[in-house]
Every structure is written in structure tokens, then in C-alpha cells.
């Protein structure tokens, strides 16, 4: 295991109350931006959240992974699902993203076993 995604969470859970403590108004914006982002309806939240995923894996961000990894499997994303837009983020970002991608399938993996 790489990772313990779930314990990633926590942890960062802790990290993001202090910093809406400490930065309410930059975090209610940024809040907001993700509600906006969310919203709409020409996409269902499971893609969004699995293009989410693709571009935690792109952009390198484990937290971002871990989350976007549980917010797939929350909306009902299957394994082949998520492995078709690891493939995806491997193809956009070549050698890199493949070492993400490794990481993205497993927070999926371990937070669909946890139940999450």
C-alpha cells in the first residue's frame, strides 16, 4: 500500500477546518466555486466527479485524489469507470500521471472497501 487514503482524509479534514477558521471568506468563495462547479445538469455528479479525479491524478494533488476518489465511489463509480479515466489522465500527462494514476485507483480501491 502506498497510502492510506482514508487516514488522508482525516487528517486533512483537521488541516481545512483550521483554514476556514483562519480564512472564512477565501474559503466560503472557494466553497462556492465547487457548489457552482458541481451544479448544472448537462453532466451527472458521477462524471464530474471522475473528471475530477482525472485532474487530481494531472495535477498531482493526493488529498485532492483521496477525495474526489471518495466522492467517485459515493456517486456509484465502478473500477472499469475509474480506470478509464486513469488511462485518460495517463494519456494527457504521460509518465507522471501514471504514477498518480497507481495511487488514484488505489484510494478508490481502499475507500470502496471502507464502505465510503
Known amino acids: ?3 492510506d487514503w ?3 482524509i482525516t487528517n486533512m479534514n483537521g ?10 471568506e477565501v474559503m466560503k468563495g472557494f466553497t462556492a466555486l465547487a457548489q457552482g462547479a458541481l ?7 458521477k462524471t464530474k466527479e471522475l473528471l475530477a479525479l482525472g485532474l487530481s491524478v ?3 494533488c493526493a488529498p485532492c485524489i ?4 471518495e466522492a467517485a465511489a459515493k ?3 465502478t473500477r472499469a469507470e475509474v480506470l478509464e479515466v486513469m488511462g485518460m489522465a495517463i494519456y494527457m500527462g504521460a509518465g507522471p500521471n501514471a504514477m498518480y494514476a497507481a495511487q488514484g485507483l488505489e ?3 481502499q475507500l470502496v472497501a471502507a464502505g465510503k
Open 15 to 24: 488541516g481545512l477546518k483550521t483554514l476556514r477558521q483562519g480564512a472564512p
Open 6 to 8: 482514508q487516514d488522508l
Open 58 to 60: 494531472a495535477a498531482r
Open 107 to 109: 484510494a478508490f480501491d
Open 66 to 69: 483521496a477525495y474526489h476518489a
Open 39 to 45: 451544479g448544472g445538469t448537462a453532466l451527472d455528479k
Open 1 to 3: 500500500m502506498m497510502q
Open 75 to 77: 456517486q456509484g463509480a
